[in-house]
């Protein structure tokens, strides 16, 4: 029983789209977040800029996740309801692993060209099982 759980085809493509939406978001809002942060020369430590990136990126997030249903035809305080109760679980665990990532591979909250697409591949790789889970199990995804 257990292996037919997790061999559900349309739920893990399902759950990858939703995860991507939910990458574009967290990325948009901690990779600016970093950026700003490296071009303007603050001397803020790395992991108060790697809190405030993380903020940032749940916030656009929830963001992006508000516009998309909006767009889908949800009213403005359905869509924003929604998107905040998404799983804020899969979010952090996004958030995490884009930032140790970076962290990891650079000692720093520094953004360089190999460094950026490693830190999605990670952000991507590591809430979407859980995400499929929770689609698969409750029926409940992102969006």
């Given at each position: 029983?257990?292996?037919?759980?997790?061999?559900n085809k349309e739920n893990w493509?399902?759950?990858?789209?939703?995860?991507?939406?939910?990458?574009?978001?967290?990325?948009?809002?901690?990779?600016?977040?970093?950026?700003?942060?490296?071009?303007?020369?603050?001397?803020?430590?790395?992991?108060?800029?790697?809190?405030?990136?993380?903020?940032?990126?749940?916030?656009?997030?929830?963001l992006l996740e508000t516009i998309?249903?909006?767009?889908?035809?949800?009213?403005?305080?359905?869509?924003?309801?929604?998107?905040?109760?998404?799983?804020?679980?899969?979010?952090?665990?996004?958030?995490?692993?884009m930032n140790s990532t970076d962290?990891?591979?650079?000692?720093?909250?520094?953004?360089?060209?190999?460094?950026?697409?490693?830190?999605?591949?990670?952000?991507?790789?590591?809430?979407?099982?859980?995400?499929?889970?929770?689609?698969?199990?409750?029926?409940?995804?992102?969006?």
């Amino acid at each position: 029983m257990m292996a037919t759980f997790w061999n559900n085809k349309e739920n893990w493509l399902k759950s990858a789209h939703n995860t991507k939406w939910c990458l574009i978001g967290c990325a948009i809002g901690d990779f600016g977040t970093i950026a700003y942060f490296q071009y303007t020369g603050s001397q803020l430590p790395v992991f108060t800029i790697m809190a405030l990136a993380t903020i940032n990126g749940l916030l656009t997030s929830i963001l992006l996740e508000t516009i998309i249903l909006v767009r889908a035809g949800f009213d403005l305080a359905k869509a924003f309801k929604t998107a905040i109760g998404m799983s804020f679980i899969s979010m952090l665990a996004m958030e995490t692993a884009m930032n140790s990532t970076d962290f990891l591979l650079t000692g720093g909250a520094i953004l360089t060209w190999w460094v950026v697409p490693l830190a999605l591949i990670m952000g991507f790789l590591t809430p979407w099982p859980y995400n499929y889970w929770r689609l698969q199990k409750h029926g409940k995804s992102c969006h």
